[in-house]
């Protein structure tokens, strides 16, 4: 259960730790949220533009730029070689927009 907004230890931690998927791929680790970005502005903004694999299915933003999703995921947790081309100019793209003000 909750008290004051946090979680209580013992309640459902660990079967939530268990619905997770971790991407330990370390070759992604360039794609991943670094400290002074905000995943909101930088990439969440620019979901519409994310690629998608070669068989149609959405990628995952948040396994490959945050590490981490849920099991239950229906979106795409790998990518071809060509993916990860496209994923990486995207992640890329994200930053640069992010460099430049909102004016």
Not at 41 to 52: I, S
Not at 58 to 79: A, D, E, N, W
Request: net charge positive; proline share 4%.
């Amino acid at each position: 259960m909750e008290k004051n907004g946090k979680k209580l230890p013992g309640t459902h931690q660990d079967q939530d730790k268990q619905d997770m998927v971790y991407d330990n791929d370390k070759s992604h680790q360039k794609w991943r949220v670094k400290e002074n970005e905000n995943f909101s502005r930088t990439f969440y903004r620019n979901q519409k533009e994310c690629p998608k694999t070669e068989e149609g299915k959405p990628i995952c933003m948040k396994f490959f730029i945050r590490g981490v999703c849920m099991k239950s995921c229906t979106r795409s947790h790998s990518l071809s070689a060509e993916d990860a081309k496209n994923f990486n100019e995207f992640v890329e793209g994200c930053r640069q927009r992010a460099l430049k003000p909102d004016f």
